[in-house]
């Protein structure tokens, strides 16, 4: 999966320019790859500080925190896995599958009105960017990708159900400080702009989403 726009380099070149490397790190974290694959990031300290600072404002114990962990849970089943590996390479998806599905998820729970406001809220709010599982220091994905992605993968009943199991689990649970939420579940995320039926590539008997 193709991650969000990023300063990268190979282990080999790293091995050659380790020093040039993490002189680079120091201004921007560096995506070391290891056989063309996302293996560890080069960061600063000044870097590192922030991020755990800005983690330690959003506890464990935060609503949204919880239902990460929930849904985790259930897209590390192996039959939903599977399925959407499978999804991404048939829709030749750049973005991490459960990251599509966790973002439709917020966009249904907390009842965000379009695609674009959730790709802003994601930018900007770090309990969402959290959730959807994007790192602070990271730069977001270029918005025409996000929404075409979002719509092509929002017409799977894999995702639906997932849908319809957060807006559930967040209705149960206290509210945050502030915090909105949807009276619906995936029909609200239709009402967002993507949607379901009967026969798309995941072989799952989806449609493809219809969008407005």
């Keep these: 999966m193709k991650e969000p726009s990023m300063n990268a380099i190979s282990m080999v070149d790293l091995d050659r320019t380790l020093s040039m490397s993490v002189a680079r790190a120091r201004h921007r974290p560096l995506l070391v790859k290891n056989r063309h694959k996302p293996w560890v990031w080069l960061v600063s300290h000044e ?8 983690l330690e ?14 849904l985790d849970r259930l897209l590390q089943d192996s039959h939903r896995a599977d399925t959407l590996t499978q999804l991404a390479a048939q829709l030749n998806l750049k973005i991490d599958p459960q990251v599509l599905c966790r973002a439709l998820c917020l966009q249904a729970a907390h009842a965000i009105q379009s695609i674009q406001m959730l790709y802003e809220n994601i930018g900007y709010n770090m309990a969402y960017r959290h959730f959807v599982g994007v790192d602070t220091c990271v730069a977001l994905w270029a918005y025409a ?7 092509q993968i929002a017409g799977c009943h894999l995702v639906a159900d ?5 807006v559930a689990q967040s209705t149960a649970m206290p509210r945050a400080e502030g915090e909105f939420r949807s009276p619906g579940g995936y029909d609200h995320t239709v009402q967002a702009g993507v949607s379901i039926s009967e026969d798309c590539d995941c072989g799952l008997k989806c449609l493809p989403p219809r969008v407005r």
């Excluded at 870097?47 to 800005?54: A, G, H, S």
């Excluded at 990708?145 to 719509?151: G, K, L, M, N, S």
């Design 47 to 54: 870097t590192w500080w922030r991020e755990r600072q800005y």
């Design 57 to 70: 404002y959003i506890s464990d114990t935060h609503p949204l925190m919880i239902l990460r962990g929930r």
């Design 162 to 166: 997932l849908i319809d199991f957060a």
């Design 145 to 151: 990708e996000f929404e075409h992605e979002v719509r």
